[in-house]
């Protein structure tokens, strides 16, 4: 626990009578990148200001490097960058203005703060208008100018809550670029509050989801995939004169969407049935060439927990 | 404390204020209706009245000693000239800090969650104590700042515009620097103590600058306490009522400091 960036452990938090978050527990180590997935109310956004101190857990233990936020909640807080849901910028004041504050604000030394703001929004594209109101700003600019600011004091632990909701493709790239080149080379720990699944599957090392204030899932993408059970969809190569035999075996395991010689193509098939299928095929005598799952997204795993949490 | 995040909140808060029409237009509107439009209306108003002016006898006769000794000997009109600029307006100058707070204040938090800009604040290394006193500072000296204009307004009006009219220099008596310099200054930190906790507690700019326009209450209950011959504020209580009003202000403050929480402002996010 003392090496880890950020520990949870059965964590209760209610407003009034909702209780947002229930017995969550997780961990994050130094330099991982983590998704903390779930839908609107899941619980996200409280973890986080549960991390940085803005919140106290009504049980539980939360540490964030070590230090508990709940006493040491500006000392946390020192030592993060949180890009919050909103961008959480001022319309009235320029990009100029709004840096120099928030490098005020984290005690930026004075003689480092004009050239890392200059290299910041040089970084974001900024530039050219950070003479300008935040006010005329598009949604992207805002996006942009709010990671600018969560980086200014280079803060080795990020929370990122949708960092690239409100961007372009191309800009949502080059966030998702950024995110790579802060945990791999600046080795930052990251934890990112996504809906976007493939950005999470792409960037994280770890996820853990949370349906409901609650942990429905916690590992590497891969563990997540698996747990989850998710049917595949499978295309099996056979010997041509053997297709019906094997798709009568294969209807057993799945749906034989389409037969094309001796290409069988099969839907819903779970990962751990698949070995049972080909040793099926096998003993009943058929040449099997090919098997190709597909490879499950987990973005299938993470409906698919979501169905069953909802089912239970 | 840590000083330098304080005044950067404070310089931050009323920069954007500066920039807000519908909190500077009352701030600029207020101090002019009240002591150029005001001083000017009494002193010309009064020069028109004519027989009505005989009316007034009844309030200046029933004046404490010690103030009629210092509206001198001159006639009704420049009695009654003298008392209403030299003390029944001074009671109206408590108006300003008031009116100041109660506007940047609402803007300071209600506003700030009104513009989502609030929780981007609470994210920095503030602690809430650093916080709560920084939404304090900054209304009260701008409080400050506008008082002090408001009564170099005041005094280039009644010493310039007006000069001759009473024979002698108007507001610049040991009243005026008590209220200025002592009772302003107390009104607006009670005003705001109160403020910043109602304007945390709000979600918006309007609900909270309604709610602090209850503060002005008290100021106008006295002003027309004063016209009503009920109680006539000199130097003494002046200072006294000041005293109070700080004695009051820094409980209320204490208070606030106790109950100030991110986690309270947050759930009103």
């Known amino acids: 626990m003392a090496d880890a ?55 539980g233990e939360v540490r964030t490097m070590g230090l508990d936020p709940v006493t040491d909640g500006a000392e946390v807080r020192r030592h993060t960058g949180v890009l919050t849901e909103t961008p959480s910028l001022d319309d009235r004041m320029d990009a100029w203005e ?20 200059r290299d910041l929004l040089e970084r974001f594209q900024l530039a050219d208008r950070a003479g300008d109101r935040i006010g005329g700003y598009s949604r992207g ?26 961007l372009d493709p191309v800009a949502a790239r080059d966030v998702r670029s950024l995110v790579r080149t802060l945990a791999a080379e600046d080795r930052r720990t990251v934890l990112i509050c996504t809906h976007n699944l493939v950005e999470a599957q792409e960037l994280c090392d770890r996820v853990v989801i949370l349906r409901r204030g609650r942990v429905l899932a ?23 004169e053997q297709a019906a035999e094997a798709r009568r075996i294969a209807a057993d395991f799945g749906d034989v969407r389409r ?54 | 404390m840590n000083w330098p995040s304080i005044f950067a909140i404070v310089r931050r808060d009323l920069t954007v204020v500066a920039r807000a029409k519908a909190v500077m237009i009352p701030l600029v509107v207020l101090p002019i209706v009240l002591f150029v439009g005001l001083p000017l209306l009494v002193s010309f108003g009064l ?73 981007s604040l609470l994210y920095t290394p503030t602690t809430d104590r650093e916080l709560y006193f920084a939404k304090l500072l900054g209304p009260w000296v701008a409080a400050l700042v506008v008082t002090l204009a408001s009564y170099g307004l005041y005094l280039a009006v009644c010493n310039l515009v007006l000069a001759g009219s009473i024979g002698r220099p108007v507001a610049l008596t040991p009243l005026w620097f008590t209220v200025v310099l002592w009772l302003s200054p107390g009104v607006a ?60 202000a820094l409980g ?18």
């Open chain 1, 259 to 312: 037969v094309e010689g001796g290409r069988i193509h099969v839907d819903g098939v779970t990962r751990h049935r698949l070995p049972r299928l080909v040793a099926s095929l096998v003993d009943a005598g058929v040449a099997v060439y090919r098997v190709a799952p597909e490879e499950p997204s987990l973005e299938a795993a993470y409906l698919s927990l979501y169905e069953k949490g909802a089912e239970e």
């Open chain 1, 98 to 117: 709004a840096m120099r504050f928030w490098a005020a604000m984290w005690g930026v030394p004075k003689d480092a703060v004009e050239s890392r703001v």
């Open chain 1, 141 to 166: 600019m805002r996006q942009r100018l709010a990671l600018a600011r969560t980086l200014l004091h280079d803060p080795p632990l990020l929370f990122l809550d949708e960092p690239t909701a409100a």
């Open chain 1, 5 to 59: 960036a950020l520990h949870v452990r059965g964590v209760t938090r209610r407003f009034g009578d909702v209780t947002a978050l229930d017995d969550v527990g997780f961990g994050v180590e130094y330099g991982q990148v983590v998704g903390l997935l779930g839908h609107n109310g899941a619980g996200k956004t409280t973890t986080i200001r549960l991390l940085n101190g803005l919140l106290a857990p009504h049980a």
């Open chain 2, 47 to 119: 020069d028109a009245a004519g027989s009505e002016l005989e009316d007034l006898l009844p309030l200046i006769e029933a004046l404490p000693e010690s103030i009629r000794a210092h509206l001198g000997d001159g006639d009704l009109l420049e009695q009654a000239q003298a008392y209403l600029l030299e003390y029944q307006l001074a009671t109206f100058f408590l108006i300003v800090p008031l009116m100041v707070c109660s506007v940047i204040a609402a803007d300071s938090f209600a506003g700030e969650k009104e513009r989502k800009t609030l929780e």
């Open chain 2, 252 to 269: 209320v403050m204490a208070l606030g400091f106790g109950l100030f929480r991110r986690e309270r402002l947050l759930e009103r996010i």
């Open chain 2, 189 to 248: 930190a009670l005003g705001l103590s109160v403020l910043v906790v109602v304007s945390s507690r709000v979600r918006g700019f309007q609900e909270a600058y309604q709610a602090g326009g209850v503060l002005v209450l008290p100021v106008v209950a006295l002003v027309a306490a004063q016209f009503a011959g009920l109680l006539f504020v000199d130097t003494a209580m002046a200072v006294l009522l000041g005293a109070a009003t700080w004695v009051v």
């Open chain 1, 218 to 240: 916690d590992g590497t993408t891969a563990e997540v995939i698996g747990a989850a059970a998710v049917p595949v969809a499978l295309l099996l190569e056979v010997e041509d």
